[in-house]
Antibody
Framework: QVQLVESGGGVVQPGRSLRLSCAAS????????MHWVRQAPGKGLEWVAF????????FYADSVKGRFTFSRDNSKNTLYLQINSLRSEDTAVYYC???????????????WGQGTAVTVSS | DIQVTQSPSSLSASVGDRVTLTCRAS??????LNWYQQKPGKAPKLLIY???NLQSGVPSRFSGSGSGTDFTLTISSLQPEDFATYYC?????????FGQGTKVEIK
């Protein structure tokens, strides 16, 4: 079945780095744009980053621009989110999610992973 | 950036009630508005895309409407499994902004 599985979360000190991964299966991964969305404890959803189906276009929320890098390896059906200079406000559950329509990011995110928790604390 | 505001922030309702949630965008977003349901400890689930289209597998008691800046999500007859938090999201611009959510609680 269509599935996304995140990994790489954990407890990290402020200023350190972390790399999250998202393994995809059950669909033609290389045809779909992908997103990261995060949710701080007790808060709402915040869109974080997008990568196009072929990795050529990437967009970031202002709150993470310059610190987060989104990449993908279509040969491994895997996404990566490199997070540098971690701050306390980056503490959240990070979800990867799939565009509903191939090569079109306007019709919702139809598959989500279970999330991986990142806690930034000294 | 386009802001998306949901109202109310929470509501209490009974099983069988008709419930309407509202989402307002800070500028026109045509029909590029999606609705999600999230239960505690779970990932969000897509309910409605492009303002009024029901995602596959979602019960027909859910419906969406609106265009421009004002949108609604209606649950025609609230069921026990519908108690959750609902988020709207604009996909008109690259920031893909989410609303702050409406929590639907049991009365």
């Amino acid at each position: 079945q269509v599935q996304l599985v995140e990994s790489g979360g954990g407890v990290v000190q402020p200023g350190r780095s972390l790399r999250l991964s998202c393994a995809a299966s059950g669909f033609t991964f290389s045809s779909f744009g992908m997103h990261w969305v995060r949710q701080a404890p007790g808060k709402g959803l915040e869109w974080v980053a997008f990568i196009s189906y072929d990795g050529t276009n990437k967009f970031y929320a202002d709150s993470v621009k310059g610190r987060f890098t989104f990449s993908r390896d279509n040969s491994k059906n895997t996404l990566y989110l490199q997070i540098n200079s971690l701050r306390s406000e980056d503490t959240a559950v990070y979800y990867c999610a799939k565009d509903r329509v191939p090569a079109a990011s306007i019709y919702g995110l139809d598959v989500w992973g279970q999330g991986t928790a990142v806690t930034v604390s000294s | 950036d386009i802001q998306v505001t949901q109202s109310p922030s929470s509501l209490s309702a009974s099983v069988g009630d008709r419930v309407t949630l509202t989402c307002r965008a800070s500028e026109s977003i045509s029909t590029f508005l999606n609705w999600y349901q999230q239960k505690p400890g779970k990932a969000p689930k897509l309910l409605i895309y492009d303002a009024s289209n029901l995602q596959s597998g979602v019960p027909s008691r859910f419906s969406g409407s609106g265009s421009g800046t004002d949108f609604t999500l209606t649950i025609s007859s609230l069921q026990p499994e519908d108690f959750a938090t609902y988020y709207c999201q604009q996909s008109y611009t690259i920031s893909w902004t989410f609303g702050q959510g409406t929590k639907v609680e049991i009365k």
